[in-house]
């Protein structure tokens, strides 16, 4: 016990006496330990130590079979009045919800150790800093916390005698996939998570704290919790300007958060700088500006696809001290996932375990496999991740995969604007993914399955936002996807997204013009750089990213205008109905 404060130890007792754990083990944070806990876990299988010679520090775990992804359908708001969670929540009334958990944990922990995990999402003691205790019967997600946040026994001074802290109840129970739940008490900032032991829904302080339960303190408070990444990007005369990005899954945000600028950008002395690669907890800073901290401690990032070329900071990352879920293991004891090189290992065993045959067709890796990785092994980690301040933005970015209607990149006339473009972001399907190709999918700032209560009123905090901040960011939507008709990619993505990233920063600077179009601010085509792709993205093809069909963007006004009656609930902001009105009149409708 660590602690006297009884808010804390009641609480304890409390989950204690429902879940019946045969002890209690508190986590101090200490790596001895961790190293215990892992010992323990070697025996049992839960968790496999990797070579150490290659990979040091690292182990390999495999969640069950039937337990790879977060939940959506088994993700529940339950706030008091459904109303309030709105139409892209499920909900529970919160008694109801209570009284059906409790049956499913009761007992649930016979015959295991209930361990306690003090932790802080963003740095103890910093202006953004919220404590939460996660109890749990897992070891897996005992060292996942202690990669993924600030965690250990030091949380419980800083908490002090407060009884403001999230409670986190998780128990795998039997990993029953009909009575899994992922729920949300925001207004008892509470979590319970139960039968399941996969990563996005049992490390209770990422999704389920840093963005569901926070979006409604930043909403309460005057801040914002957002699917977001925070990049530093330094120009050659050594002045940093932050930006952050939202963008669904599969759309490159990891990627950007780990930038390496095209060889002509580092010749003339362009470098990028890491801050954070899925969530920002942004406030208003004493000098009017937005600032921006990662509330987490580690990457948790999906292992497919990431390789020395695409990624070779997450590469770097993965290299000591890392867990590996659902990836192949290999015979000599490291791991190997389709799209890490074009050898895929004999005699290896894919993510359920089984003997694994490359030849046969099958994915070795999981395609949702992951690994956890310590932000301090990133090789791009910028000097200031642990400011406690955070970092200024003077950007933000939202961006969908858009075969068509969206150009590489374009800028909002204001905040309100912005806010539209962020509340109206889509992806569209591809042929790889789904049977139906260019199916758009609204997904509001990224956030779709992490705002911790009503949509409308969640774009109303984003506008209000905006009236109490008086230096705010420059918005911009980019789009790395768009394609010819043949369905190529126009644009070559990766690092040279610098180019685009570059025009945003001279933008935020005052710079560089740009042409006002129907649906923002352009660049003029000279005003993107292709110094060293000349051969790949030609004049033309520059022109084609930086078109607005005007016949596909009334589809597009009238697809949004069907999305806002279906979500809005009669509690749309009138600045987003403005802002549709406009892109209707500016469209010549
Ligand atoms: C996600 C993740 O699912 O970051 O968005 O894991
Ligand atoms: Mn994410």
């Known amino acids: 016990m660590y602690t006297t404060n009884k808010a804390v130890l009641s609480w304890i007792d409390e989950m204690a006496a429902m ?50 992804a977060r939940v959506e359908g088994r993700t ?27 049956g499913i944990y009761d007992g649930a922990m016979k015959g295991r150790t209930m361990y306690v995990i003090p932790y802080s999402m963003s740095i103890i003691g910093s202006p953004f800093a919220k404590y939460g205790i996660e109890l749990t019967d897992s070891i897996y997600v005992v060292v996942s916390m202690a990669i993924m946040t600030r965690m250990g026994k ?14 986190g109840l998780h128990s795998k129970a039997q990993l029953d996939e009909e009575n899994r739940y992922i729920v949300q008490f925001p207004q008892d900032n509470t979590i319970w998570s139960v039968n399941s032991g996969y990563g996005g829904n049992v490390l209770l302080g990422k999704k389920c704290f840093a963005l569901r339960i926070a979006s409604v303190l930043g909403r309460r408070e005057g801040w914002m919790a957002e699917h977001m990444l925070i990049l530093g990007v330094q120009d050659p005369e050594g002045n940093v300007t932050y930006i952050t990005g939202a963008f669904p899954s599969a759309c490159g945000k990891t990627n950007l958060a780990m930038i390496i600028p095209p060889q002509v950008y580092r010749d003339k002395g362009w470098k990028c700088w890491t801050v954070g690669d899925d969530i920002a907890w942004i406030r208003p800073g004493p000098d009017g500006r937005l600032w921006a901290c990662n509330p987490e401690n580690g990457f948790f990032g999906v292992a497919p696809g990431t390789n020395m070329k695409s990624n070779p900071n997450a590469m770097l990352c993965t290299k000591k001290n890392s867990i590996f879920t659902n990836v192949v293991l290999k015979p000599d004891l490291t791991v190997w996932w389709e799209g890490m090189d ?20 099958s994915k070795g890796a999981h395609p949702n496999s992951r690994f956890t990785s310590p932000a301090v092994n990133c090789p791009c980690l910028s000097s200031e991740y642990n400011n406690p301040n955070g970092v200024p933005i003077s950007a933000m970015l939202f961006g969908g995969r858009r075969a068509k209607t969206a150009p590489l ?42 705002i911790g209560y009503h949509v409308a009123d969640y774009w109303q905090h984003w506008i209000d936002m905006g009236k109490s901040v008086a230096n705010l960011p420059k918005i911009f939507h980019v789009n790395w996807f768009r394609t010819d008709d043949e369905g190529h990619f126009l644009w070559p993505g990766f690092g040279d997204n610098m180019r685009v990233v570059e025009w945003i920063i001279k933008r935020c600077r005052g710079e560089v013009d740009a042409v006002e179009t129907p649906i923002g601010f352009m660049p003029k085509p000279e005003d993107i750089s292709l110094e060293g792709i000349e051969d790949e993205v030609s004049e033309d093809t520059l022109k084609n990213l930086l078109s607005v069909d005007v016949e596909v963007w009334k589809k597009e006004a009238a697809d949004i205008e069907a999305f806002f009656e279906q979500v809005g609930e009669g509690k749309l902001p009138k600045e987003l109905a403005e802002n549709l009105e406009i892109l209707k009149k500016n469209l010549g409708e």
């Open 342 to 361: 074009k050898n895929p290992p004999e005699g290896a065993l894919n993510w359920k375990g089984e003997p694994w045959d490359p030849a046969d067709g």
């Open 409 to 450: 990149v374009y800028q909002s006339r204001d905040w309100n604007h912005g806010v539209f473009m962020g509340a109206t972001v889509a992806s569209e399907t591809t042929a790889a993914a789904t049977g139906a190709v260019g199916v758009v999918r609204r997904d509001p700032m990224s956030m779709r399955p992490f």
């Open 76 to 102: 529940f708001i339950c706030c008091e009045k459904k109303e309030d969670a709105g139409p892209t929540n499920n909900w529970m009334d919160p008694a109801e919800m209570y009284l059906k958990l409790r």
């Open 154 to 167: 030091q949380v419980f001074d800083a908490l002090g005698d407060s009884p403001d802290f999230i409670k």
């Open 19 to 68: 879940t019946k754990p045969d002890k209690i083990v508190w986590i101090d944070g200490s790596e001895e330990q961790l190293e215990e806990l892992r010992q323990e876990a070697y025996k049992t299988g839960e968790l496999i130590k990797l070579n150490e010679k290659e990979l040091p520090g690292c182990v390999y775990h495999r969640s069950a079979i039937n337990d790879v």
